[in-house]
Structures are given as C-alpha cells and as structure tokens.
T-cell receptor, first 113, second 112 residues
Framework: EAQVTQNPRYLITVTGKKLTVTCSQN?????MSWYRQDPGLGLRQIYY???????DKGDVPEGYKVSRKEKRNFPLILESPSPNQTSLYFC????????????FGPGTRLTVT | GENVEQHPSTLSVQEGDSAVIKCTYS??????FPWYKQELGKRPQLIID?????GEKKDQRIAVTLNKTAKHFSLHITETQPEDSAVYFC???????????FGKGTTLSVSS
C-alpha cells in the first residue's frame, strides 16, 4: 500500500530535550516536506527536500533541522524544543514540488512543556 | 511575499445546500491550484485540482473555477451532505515551482 508514515504520532516533551520525528514514504517520491498546522494559521511549510542530500527552508524553518540521506526518509529534528513549537506536524511527499499532489502522513501531535 | 487568502474561515450550511469557498493568490505565475480536505483528526487529502489552462473542473458534486485575470479560484460543493463537514484548504504553486502555499483553511459544517 502506498503510504507516508510518521513516528511518533503523539509526543509530550520538555523544553530543551532534543527530539526527532521520523517520516518515511514508499512511493519512490523525490520531493518530501514538513508542515506544521496551528489553529487559524493553516499549513505552513518548515523544510522541503527536492531529492537526496538536497534540502531547503520553507516559510517557518527556525528551530528545526532536517536531513535527507535516503530517498524514502526525511526526519525532522528539534534540537532544543520550545513551547512555541507545540503543534501538529505533517510530513508529505510528492513527485515534485509545486504542481503535484502532496501525500500527507498521519500527523504527529507534539506538546512541549 | 507570496500569499493565498481564503474566505470564509467558517461556513455553516444545511444538508442539500451549496457551499462556496473562495481563494485569492498573489503570484500571477502560479499555474496549479489544488484543494485539500481534512476531516477531524485526519490528514489533508487532495479532492480536486485545476491548472491554469482550464477555467473549470468538475468531479461529481464538487467543482473548482479559476479566474487567472482576477487571480482567484473557488471551490463549489453542491447538494452538501454531513460527510462534507471538514476543513478545506486551498493552495497555489509558489513562484519557484518548488512548494505549495496554503490558505488558512475553511471549516465547513453541514447540518442535517
């Protein structure tokens, strides 16, 4: 089954404790991205990757890191989480960047206290 | 910067009525305009999209219209049903063609 998976689905952590949210896709998509969803703000892109070893900032990259060492995986790293990073995070993949359908993962609900 | 404005932010209709959600975009070079539906607790999923070489596209009860001159596009849902209740996001391709810019979403409630 074609899918995008994320782990963990729910995470409660404390300020400053490094964490990683994993994302994996099995559709051989070149493009992957991370979004955060906050009430009233819609979906905002954090980082994206056009291919292996190629990543770039989205609209809200501050406080986040990513890596793309393999085509199927695109982890999101919060090295020192802060309460303003409490949000719902979605990973997505697609054939390309702009003009292609984005396939979203199930989401990760992160709470930073 | 590039921007997509979406209205209204909330919309309540009676079952069987029509619903219309409107979006405007800032980058005249955009050529791709998708609509995503997000049911409560679920992931966003594409329901329909339109490219700039057409003015309207239909898929059963949903349709999207595009006016490139005015830089706006709309989602039309006819004969609404309770299962249409969800958050709907419009989006447009960014200038570089590397990402989608999403509107802030419209919460549609269909009451029976």
């Amino acid at each position: 089954e074609a899918q995008v998976t994320q782990n963990p689905r729910y995470l409660i952590t404390v300020t400053g404790k490094k964490l990683t949210v994993t994302c994996s896709q099995n559709m051989n998509h070149e493009y992957m991205s991370w979004y955060r969803q906050d009430p009233g703000l819609g979906l905002r892109q954090i980082y994206y990757s056009m291919n292996v070893e190629v990543t770039d900032k989205g609209d809200v990259p501050e406080g986040y890191k990513v890596s793309r060492k393999e085509k199927r995986n695109f982890p999101l790293i919060l090295e020192s989480p802060s309460p303003n990073q409490t949000s719902l995070y979605f990973c997505a993949s697609s054939l390309g960047g702009g003009p292609y359908e984005q396939y979203f993962g199930p989401g990760t609900r992160l709470t930073v206290t | 910067g590039e921007n997509v404005e979406q209205h209204p932010s909330t919309l309540s209709v009676q079952e069987g009525d029509s619903a219309v959600i409107k979006c405007t975009y800032s980058d005249s070079a955009s050529n791709y305009f998708p609509w995503y539906k997000q049911e409560l607790g679920k992931r966003p999923q594409l329901i329909i999209d339109i490219r700039s070489n057409v003015g309207e596209k239909k898929d059963q009860r949903i349709a999207v219209t595009l006016n490139k001159t005015a830089k706006h596009f709309s989602l039309h849902i006819t004969e609404t049903q309770p299962e249409d209740s969800a958050v709907y996001f419009c989006a447009s391709e960014d200038q570089a063609g590397t990402a989608l810019i999403f509107g802030k979403g419209t919460t549609l409630s269909v009451s029976s």
